[in-house]
């Protein structure tokens, strides 16, 4: 599977921007994810979807702000990001994985390149 994020850019707080994740070759897994990594920071987890039935879980910090979707056709998870702070301030990362914990790193077998967000006060 080979995962393509974009989207990534520079915008000021309180701005949106919406990141794709195009996953290609053996497509089949259960959940797509997003992960963030800020400077210096460990790599957290952001939010989850299910390609069967779209349930979709978040971070307690992005709640209410961000909102992941998916296109089965066409193979694409989406992270829309709403009223950015400074603090979303990362490398995003999306992953293609399994049944384990949606939360959990360990869930995903697969991990995309990343597409850098930043965001400026």
């Known amino acids: 599977v080979q995962l393509q994020a974009s989207g990534g850019g520079l915008v000021q707080a309180g701005g949106s921007l919406r990141l794709s994740c195009a996953a290609s070759g053996h497509t089949f897994s259960y959940r797509m994810g997003w992960f963030r990594q800020a400077p210096g920071m460990e790599r957290e987890f952001v939010a989850t979807?299910?390609?069967?039935?779209?349930?979709?879980s978040y971070a307690d910090s992005v709640k209410g702000r961000f909102t992941i979707s998916r296109d089965t056709a066409k193979n694409t998870v989406y992270l829309q990001i709403d009223s950015l702070k400074p603090e979303d301030t990362a490398v995003y990362y999306c992953a293609a994985g399994g049944h384990g914990i949606g939360w959990s790193s360990r869930s995903y077998y697969y991990w995309g390149q990343g597409t850098l967000v930043t965001v400026s006060s």
């Open positions: 979807v299910t390609w069967s039935g779209g349930t979709a």
